[in-house]
């Protein structure tokens, strides 16, 4: 249903703005959440954290003039109990339908698709190389992006295509020029805004390692090999070829001291090797993800930073809020990371969980192989990314 399709009930009710919800939860404040999306939505995406309590009743429950004793004790009680659904409509009815019946309820503004628009950035204080580099952080999906910042110029690592404006805003409030934009892979769950930060007249750099999967606008942009440098102000920018997760796969060490490296390697886990060749070409793409950690990655200095393109509820971040750790922290607390081969692959391919929603279209759209407009390209990345091997966590086994 359209949101003016819903009945208006006689109680009003006030709105939670999403940033508000973000805050709480941060703070580690008690938030109950009432879903009134129906369960599939639900079950494959929904706000997660330590401190909600969160329960799933769709809003058709509530649509009958008379609402069954049995749907009022399925929703929970909260203090106030926060409704959302998808844009905000459903939430609102529902909302109010629960404050005629005396309940203490708030509903969330903009719903799921709002939530999904919080978009943060956090410096990286671990970060000891030239200049300041910074996390961008989306908590709907996990996505993880890192603008590099030095002299009068930045460059920004695995944009997202729906926050354009938002880093040629940053840059301009940093009093930077926002000189590259780098793509670590062809992405499985999310759309790249390295094309539409090059119209902008940004650099837009992808890795030639990906331009055999059929990228047809290639010869519109940059491409990074294996080795090649950029300068951003003093900073060093090098491009390390790492496959495994994609045969494209492309790490960016910045400044010596922190490693991008996309879906290759995260701080909780490592990369699901499926998503370019199916499950038959797993296995292989494995083996090839363990040469690349073996040989590229832990070959770099103990000290330097991780940051992958993704985080997962798994995750924990580290004290300056990023999702960041040290190579020596990893090898020491990821078992994966120190097994023979076999065993590695085992681990891998064991427990992946499902493959990213809309993954294919996704693919199809940063391959340049399909169109899609920014409202569309928005709604196909919404959800959880699913981009490591495991929905659990890797470290501390």
Known sequence: MNPEDFPTPDAEVDELEPRELKRRIDDGEDVTILDARMEGDFEEW???GETVDI?????????DDDVDDEVYEQVPEGDPLVV????GGASEYVAGTLAEAGRDVVHLAGGMNEWARIYEREEVTRYDGPGTVYQYQR???????????????AAIVDPLRAFTDRYLADAEELGVELTYAFDTHIHADHISGVRALDDEGVTGVIPEAAVQ???TYADDLETAT??????VGDAEVEALHTPGHTTGMTSYLVGDS???????????????????????GAPDAARQLYETLQQTVLAQDDDVLVGGAHFSDAADPADDGTYTETIGTLVEEMDALTA???????????????????????????????SADDEEAFELELGPNNCAASQDALTGD
């Open 213 to 215: 999967r059929g990228v």
């Open 46 to 48: 929904h706000v997660e």
């Open 55 to 63: 329960a799933n009743v769709p809003y058709f429950h509530f649509l």
């Open 226 to 231: 294996d080795g090649d440098i950029f300068e």
């Open 258 to 280: 922190l490693l991008t490296t996309g879906d290759g390697l995260f701080i909780e886990s490592v990369a699901r090797p499926d998503l370019e060749e199916g499950d038959e």
């Open 139 to 153: 908590p709907s999906s996990g996505c993880l992006g890192y603008l590099v910042v030095d002299g009068d110029e």
């Open 340 to 370: 023979d081969e076999g065993e590695f692959v085992d681990v891998v391919l064991a427990d992946m969980p499902p493959r990213p929603a809309n993954y294919e279209d996704i693919i199809a759209t940063n391959l340049g192989q399909r």
């Open 84 to 87: 959302l659904c998808a844009k």
